[in-house]
């Protein structure tokens, strides 16, 4: 036998005596010439693609992610660019104190204003000029990240008013607008509002078009062709203009005790609806609402669009079971200038106010 066929049984070199003469070993390279084996056993021609396709994936990924915040800070700044602005929180000599924790100060006017003719026969709004609150709520936020409390604030309610003597309280804003309405608040309650926010007649319609409409589930029926509105018993779906007619309708034994009522019921079910996946989640919804936010809210100066972000969350902590609402405590009814209006229990309000300045825990027991 030769030196050749001792050192290559059945006719191939093997790998040690191949690499020794330095010279390429066919079968170690998988039948491939000209390539490079990697530490692993693979082509650098393989593996190089791969690992571009995935620079490329994780670049195309950040643009993306980049893309996104990018809109989000810019509906941001539309939104707050958009909203509605007054000085309402002006400071007064002998104004109450900041107390901790965030307090809103939340209005419903019955402005007319932007609707034209035929909007303002569709929400049965009338032709009356001028501003006037239909609504008054007061929110708390406690510091420590306890409940949240909603108090409202019958708009009949009896209280002084500074330079214009006893008056119902919704007078207090046709006398001098949102800063004598949050100083007649501030003094009857001892409480500093840190934030104003307003919403008109038309404002509030569109709000709840934009979200597809609120269900509302009545006891009895109500027909009111004051409000413009007519609803049977059971639970529905209201529209803009039937909404509306629901929470300014007063056509109850209770008038605007009921009134007060409904109305957190039914910003309940509306913050519900606007903060749903089904809204967030859908742009046929969520770009109306966006659109309708900025057109609804009047704030004051120094109140922006995030500020009503962490008004949204207590809301929706309240209709979710954690946190509270009711109305001030009431005494009873009374007669004042030849007109029926709420008043107070005193010394109830006043431990609910106390307990309110001073960020400590309300029970469901002081409220009304």
């Excluded at 005790?257 to 919804?285: C, E, H, M, W, Y």
Aim: hydrophobic content about 35%.
């Amino acid at each position: 036998m030769s030196d050749w066929s001792a050192k290559q049984p059945n006719g191939r070199g093997s790998a040690s005596a191949g690499q020794q003469r330095g010279g390429y070993d066919y079968y170690r390279a998988g039948g491939s010439r000209g390539q490079r084996q990697s530490p692993r056993g693979h082509s650098d021609a393989a593996s190089t693609p791969k690992r571009r396709k995935k620079r490329r994936w994780g670049r195309g990924l950040g643009l993306a992610l980049l893309l996104v915040v990018l809109l989000l800070v810019g509906l941001v700044v539309y939104v707050d660019s958009s909203l509605q602005r007054s000085d309402a929180l002006a400071d007064y000599p002998g104004r109450v104190e900041d107390t901790p924790g965030t307090n809103w100060l939340l209005v419903g006017s019955d402005s007319r204003e932007g609707l034209d003719e035929s909007r303002r026969a569709e929400l049965s709004a009338g032709d009356a000029g001028g501003r006037r609150t239909d609504t008054m709520m007061l929110m708390h936020i406690p510091a420590g990240g306890g409940k949240p409390v909603l108090v409202s604030l019958p708009r009949d309610s009896s209280v002084p008013i500074a330079g214009h003597g006893r008056n119902k309280l919704n007078a207090a804003f046709s006398f001098g607008g949102p800063q004598l309405l949050v100083r007649t608040v501030e003094t009857i309650t001892g409480v500093h509002m840190d934030h104003y926010a307003e919403i008109g007649l038309g404002g509030f319609a569109n709000l709840v078009e934009s979200v597809g409409g609120v269900e509302m589930c009545l006891d009895q029926p109500l027909n009111d062709p004051k409000a413009g509105v007519n609803l049977t018993a059971g639970c529905q779906q209201l529209d803009g203009s039937q909404a509306l007619g629901f929470v300014r309708s007063r056509a109850y034994a209770e008038g605007d005790l009921q009134r007060v009522r409904n109305q957190r019921k039914l910003l309940g079910a509306l913050i519900d609806k606007t903060t749903s996946p089904a809204t967030l989640l859908n742009p046929f919804r969520m770009f109306p609402l966006i659109s309708a936010t900025g057109d609804t809210f009047l704030l004051d100066n120094g109140d922006h669009v995030w500020h009503l972000a962490g008004l949204a969350g207590a809301m929706g902590d309240i209709s979710s079971g954690e946190g509270l609402s009711g109305t001030v405590p009431i005494a009873g009814f009374g007669r004042l200038n030849g007109q029926s209006v709420v008043q107070w229990d005193s010394q109830r309000a006043s431990r609910l106010f106390e307990a309110i300045a001073a960020d400590r825990a309300v029970s469901e027991q002081m409220l009304g």
